[in-house]
């Protein structure tokens, strides 16, 4: 790409939009409440104050919570099992998304918008009432309750988070490439896993990592559907901020949370990037 | 189109009467329509009302600042965090003239000695709602917190079996099923109740706080630690569906949680004489009486007796009898230390 | 063979749902509907032909689709059929009734909440999909720093904490501040937009990002060396190319906001109400039917809107090679 001093103004142009908004909007709300790990809880929930204004109370900046983590091995179990349970249903979520997204991808340009829509259409509903209607379906089978139910809901929700990112990619493949590789003589197997595999790859990693990262915040599904064993670190972190107003220890876990992910991420592109990149 | 028409009409005249409304906070479904509209022909405003679904996200929204609402509905332990933390307005009594139609029990309460900032409303109580043919199939007692913790019994209950998820319910029942107070700060005491939970946990199908009364009138629930509001729905429903079985419900003998909402007026209210008028007209009540009726809420009301549903007003349960009463316990809120105890012994709970 | 197979996975989704209505028969119902779904698994392996030749779907394709899409229908026609269950408890069919949509019609705070709801929508996916497309546009260009944090960590962080700290941010600087230049900025509307926004402007990047990512370089060389300016090279090579994963963004960018409950709760001000907030206080007193009879509604509107839209521009969601 030309990196014209020009053209690199340009870029910055287009990039500043989004920049100036999440900076505002995310970046200065994040910060306030990456600080209020820090923190000490207030007396009656929510944050003690910077400074302290009764004697003996305690005030100011604090890694007690951080503390709290680290000394304790039972909240890496959690952070353990619920990147377990994101990751199954991230492959779950492949599994059944892309025959899908092929399909919409190879169907006559008719039909394809119907498709999409069809697989859009199911989240203009409240998200409660699918989950209810998974009970109703559960119930009689005697899954109601167990992880089994937890990960078919999961699936459930973000499946069309997985078919868009691969749709769009997959539908920009060239047909001529597959001819090609028949040609040369692989069979289907080959010309699947080979050409159309290797190149859906961006749309792979962005429908994963749009299923992975959500389901590790989810606590509604494992409140209403799970059994006593699913508690994941949602759960923990709702009930933090939500069942004991200790709000430093919910944004430090958040934080935990967030770290981990962006971690993760940032491991996958090198990942990405060393693999083979762009094909 | 027509009603699109009077939709966007309404929206328009809202904004036109800014002035004459009364914003509440509230449980959802906690006060009939018709208790609603009655007041706002009365007092000639409006009325809009937030739902909120449980106390602590009404107590994380105030505490994160937001203000504009003007009556607000808390359980006697939010109550008390509202009073200390400086967020409530006394009441003009002088404006509530219907105060001595509560009976006489519900005021004067330890968070509000004086009734200084605010009102009863209705309650409610944890309790055991059952299966009640199952449960005596099986020859388990119901009357007992036993059903819920003693493995003996949980045996023959095996997966059909729901507590509430909630840190203070569920070891509130603990601590009152091993004879200690609801309230009870002591660490070793609350271990105690954490390893009693823990040793019936396995038994137990889910930690459920929103969907147990449907598992109940359905069937796929034999036992379940819920609110009493909650057991009367299932048991009407259950019996409207015409089912096999029928759902009772009952306090056990050891005692048990009682939640008793409070209205209260913000110190941001704007609409402070609406805002007692509100509270006024349902000291009168008619309100609660109605409410009663429609979902079996706990009334505090003397005079409102009158108007209940004779068949609601006689169930025990639901009406706890001034004996039962004293058996019954309202949560407090924890100190910070105990709090993040707690929350340490719950996450064992959730996790072992 | 294959069509018969297909023909019989079909009746089989119907079997089993259907028995959802059987009462006490239902074991026996469902077994039938898994045995058929067997059967026609049977009926495909031993007539399949694999598929992927020269681009034309083989049958495994159409048979995994399909089975996918019954995976994400039946749910939701229990969802619109239970809208018509005399129960006031959204657990098992007891008969059938008008009385929910009735009730619906008349419940003003439920109307009114879906209004707002739709209205929030539009006008987030509408600016989230905006400055999402940028922000993608601009990554896959150049590989930049700080942008792609703070895009992505929004997607990263749990709802409740982009809530709260967005209450806080709001109440304690947004509010002095304009407060000082004589705006009175209130929670409202405006502010579950500007949160809306704020968390779907990462799935939307992500997506554009890797539509861009599937697309050959060649093309805008092309362009370039055909003489096209920037501007021109952007609104006839790019825009079109990237068009499919800016729609995709913005219908992921609609139902997000649609649904989105824990942040709206926090960020919206008194007397803001959405649909969420309405059904999810609801599940302390008992969801009832009219929950799923505005959801019906809800999915009517959305398929309307989107039928209208595909014929205005039909070939938005394909590319234009």
């Known amino acids: 790409m030309a990196r014209t001093n020009t053209e690199r103004a340009r870029q910055s142009l287009v990039a500043a939009p989004p920049l100036v908004f999440l900076v505002v909007f995310f970046l200065a709300p994040a910060i306030i409440m990456a600080l209020a790990s820090l923190r000490y809880p207030g007396e009656f929930g929510a944050l003690a104050p910077l400074v302290a204004t009764k004697p003996g109370e305690e005030a100011g900046l604090t890694a007690e919570n951080y503390r709290l983590f680290f000394s304790d091995s039972i909240y890496l179990e959690i952070f353990v099992k619920s990147f377990g349970i994101a990751a199954l249903t991230t492959l779950l979520c492949l599994a059944g998304a892309y025959p899908l997204a092929l399909l919409m991808a190879r169907s006559a340009k008719r039909r394809r918008d119907l498709m999409v829509l069809l697989c859009v259409l199911p989240f203009a509903s409240n998200f409660l009432v699918r989950v209810y209607a998974w009970m109703i379906m559960l119930g009689p089978f005697e899954l109601l309750f167990t992880p089994i139910a937890v990960i078919c809901a999961l699936v459930y929700v973000h499946l069309p988070f997985m078919v868009l990112p691969l749709y769009t990619n997959l539908e920009r493949h060239d047909p001529l490439l597959l001819d090609a590789a028949q040609d040369l003589g692989a069979n289907a197997w080959q010309c699947f896993w080979r050409v159309t595999f290797r190149l859906s790859l961006p749309g792979v990693f962005a429908g994963s990592a749009l299923v992975f990262i959500p389901v590790l915040g989810v606590f509604a599904i494992p409140e209403i559907l799970g059994g006593i064993g699913d508690w994941l670190v949602g759960n923990m972190i709702k009930e933090a901020f939500l069942g004991v107003r200790d709000w430093p220890f919910g944004s430090m876990l958040s934080i935990m949370l967030t770290l981990c992910v962006l971690a993760i991420a940032w491991v996958t592109a090198r990942l990405a990037r060393l693999g083979g990149g762009r094909a | 189109m027509r009603r699109i028409l009077v939709l966007v009409l309404v929206l328009c005249s809202a904004h036109l009467r800014a002035d004459e409304v009364l914003r509440i906070f509230n449980w959802n479904n906690y006060i009939t329509e018709e208790s609603v509209r009655e007041f706002e022909a009365r007092c000639g405003c409006r009325v809009a009302q937030d739902y909120f679904s449980d106390n602590e996200e009404m107590l994380a929204k105030l505490a994160a600042g937001a203000t504009g609402y003007d009556v607000i509905v808390p359980t006697s332990n939010a109550v008390e965090t509202l009073i200390r933390s400086d967020q409530l307005q006394r009441l003009d009594k002088s404006k509530l003239p219907r105060l001595a139609n509560t009976k006489p029990e519900f005021l004067r309460q330890d968070f509000d000695p004086d009734n200084r900032y605010s009102v009863p409303y209705a309650y409610s109580v944890t309790l055991l709602g059952y299966n009640v043919e199952k449960l005596r199939e099986l020859g388990v007692a119901t009357d007992t917190w036993a059903a819920l913790f003693d493995p003996r019994q949980l045996v023959k209950l095996k997966g059909r079996v729901t507590v509430l998820d909630s840190q203070r319910e569920l070891f509130g029942a603990a601590l009152i099923y091993l004879g200690y107070p609801v309230n009870e700060t002591d660490a070793t005491r609350l271990r105690q109740a954490r390893d009693l939970i823990l040793r019936a946990k396995p038994y137990w199908a889910a930690f459920n706080a929103g969907s147990y009364a449907k598992e109940l009138a359905v069937g796929n629930i034999w036992l379940a630690q819920g609110y009493s509001i909650d057991m009367q729905l299932a048991r009407q429903d259950a019996a409207r569906a015409g089912r096999r079985f029928r759902i009772g419900f009952s306090t056990p003998k050891e005692g048990a949680v009682f939640a008793l909402d409070n209205l209260v007026i913000h110190k941001s209210a704007r609409q402070v004489g609406l805002a007692h008028r509100f509270i006024d007209f349902w000291l009168e009540g008619r309100a609660p009486a109605s409410i009663t009726n429609a979902i079996g809420a706990g009334n505090v009301n003397r005079v409102a007796m009158q108007w209940v549903d004779p068949a609601v007003a006689a169930n025990r349960d639901l009406f706890p009898d001034e004996r039962a009463l004293k058996q019954l316990q309202q949560v407090r809120d924890y100190d910070r230390h105990t709090r993040r105890l707690l929350n340490r012994l719950w996450v064992e709970v959730k996790v072992r | ?321």
């Open chain 3, 1 to 321: 063979m294959r069509r018969f197979a297909l023909g019989v996975e079909i009746v089989a989704m119907l079997v089993v749902f259907a028995s959802f209505f059987a009462g006490e028969a239902r074991h026996a119902v469902i077994g039938i509907g898994v045995a058929l779904l067997g059967a026609a698994a049977l009926g495909g392996v031993s007539g399949a032909k694999s598929g992927g030749q020269r681009g034309v779907p083989g049958f495994w394709l159409w048979y995994a689709s399909i089975a996918v899409y019954a995976f994400l229908y039946i749910p939701l026609a229990i969802v619109v059929v239970f809208s018509f269950n005399d129960s006031k408890l959204n657990a098992e069919w007891v008969g059938f009734t008008l009385a929910w949509y009735e009730r619906l019609l008349a419940d003003e705070g439920m109307l009114i909440a879906a209004a707002n709801s739709l209205f929030i929508a539009f006008v987030a996916s509408a600016v989230a999909t905006s400055l999402g497309t940028l922000a993608g546009i601009a990554m896959h260009a150049r590989r930049l720093r700080l942008l792609p944090v703070l895009v992505f960590a929004p997607v990263a962080m749990p709802e409740i904490l982009l809530g709260v700290s967005l209450l806080i941010f709001f109440l304690n600087a947004v509010q002095p501040a304009l407060g000082m230049v004589g705006v009175d900025f209130q929670l409202g509307l405006a502010s579950v937009i500007i949160a809306h926004v704020s968390f779907s402007i990462g799935f939307v990047a992500i997506i554009v990002r890797a539509r861009l990512a599937g697309t050959d370089e060649a093309i805008f060389e092309a362009a370039r060396d055909l003489g096209a300016t920037p501007w021109q090279a952007f609104r006839l090579v790019t825009f079109p190319l990237i068009l499919p994963g800016i729609v995709a963004g913005a219908l992921m960018a609609f139902t997000l906001s649609l649904d989105d409950f824990v942040i709206t709760f926090f960020t919206a001000g008194v007397g803001t109400r959405t649909l969420p907030l309405e059904i999810y206080t609801m599940i302390k007193v008992a969801v009832t039917p009219e929950v799923n009879a505005v959801s019906t509604l809800l999915m009517l509107i959305t398929l309307a809107t989107i039928v209208i839209a595909s014929r205005i521009a039909p070939d938005a969601l394909r590319s234009q090679a």
